[in-house]
C-alpha cells in the first residue's frame, strides 16, 4: 500500500481536504482583517500589507493543490472539482485583498457605513464556506444549509450594494470619490459574489458524489 501511495496510486484524501479546509479558513481570516481595518480605520496601510500576507498564502495553498493534483492518480473526489474548489477559495480572498489595495490607492481616508455592511456580510459568507468545506462528503442534505444561507447572503450583499451605489450620486460628493467609491463598494460586492461561487462548486460535488 505504501508504495501505492508513494506512487499516486492511492486518494491522497486527507491531504487534499486537510489543504482546502486551510485554503477556506484563510479567506475567514482574510475577510477578518478587513472588517477590523474598516471598523477601526487608522492604519490602511498596515491592514493592506497584512491582508497582502493572508493573500500571499492563499497562492501557496493553491500552488500546493495543485501540484497534489499532479502527483496524484487518484484524487477522493473529481480533479476537475478540486481545481474548481482551489480556484474559486483563490478568488475569495483575492478580491479581499482588493478592496484594502483600493482603499490605500484611492487614499480613501473615511469610511462608509455600507462598506462596513458588506464587510460583515463577506465574514459572515466565509464562516459558511468553512462550515460547508469540513462538510464535504456529508452529503447533500447537511450541504444544503450552507448554500442557502450563502446565496441568502448574497442577496442581501446585492440590495445594500445597489442602494449605497445609487446613495453615491444623491449626495453631493465630487465627482471622483463617486468614482473611487463605486469601484470599492463593487469590489465588496464581488467578493462576496466568490463565495457564492464557491457554495456552487460545493453543491456540485455533493450532487455528483451525495
Request: hydrophobic fraction near 45%.
Amino acid at each position: 500500500m505504501s508504495v501505492l501511495r508513494k506512487l499516486g496510486l492511492v486518494p491522497k484524501q486527507d491531504e487534499f481536504f486537510r489543504l482546502l479546509n486551510k485554503q477556506a479558513a484563510n479567506s475567514r481570516a482574510g475577510a477578518d482583517r478587513l472588517i477590523r481595518l474598516l471598523e477601526n480605520y487608522d492604519d490602511p496601510e498596515l491592514g493592506e500589507k497584512e491582508l497582502h500576507a493572508i493573500e500571499h498564502h492563499g497562492d501557496e495553498l493553491v500552488h500546493d493543490v495543485m501540484n497534489l493534483l499532479n502527483e496524484t492518480f487518484l484524487t477522493p473526489i473529481d480533479r476537475e472539482d478540486i481545481h474548481a474548489l482551489a480556484s474559486r477559495l483563490d478568488d475569495v480572498i483575492d478580491l479581499v485583498h482588493e478592496v484594502a489595495e483600493h482603499l490605500v490607492m484611492y487614499r480613501i481616508r473615511t469610511i462608509r457605513p455600507e462598506a462596513v455592511q458588506l464587510a460583515r456580510l463577506i465574514c459572515a459568507t466565509t464562516e459558511q464556506i468553512c462550515a460547508a468545506v469540513a462538510s464535504i462528503g456529508a452529503g447533500r442534505d447537511v450541504g444544503r444549509q450552507y448554500w442557502v444561507e450563502i446565496n441568502r447572503l448574497e442577496n442581501e450583499g446585492d440590495h445594500i450594494s445597489k442602494s449605497a451605489i445609487a446613495r453615491l450620486f444623491d449626495e453631493d460628493l465630487p465627482p471622483l470619490d463617486v468614482i473611487k467609491w463605486k469601484d470599492v463598494l463593487e469590489r465588496l460586492e464581488a467578493a462576496i459574489d466568490a463565495s457564492e461561487d464557491v457554495a456552487n462548486v460545493l453543491e456540485s460535488i455533493e450532487l455528483k458524489n451525495g
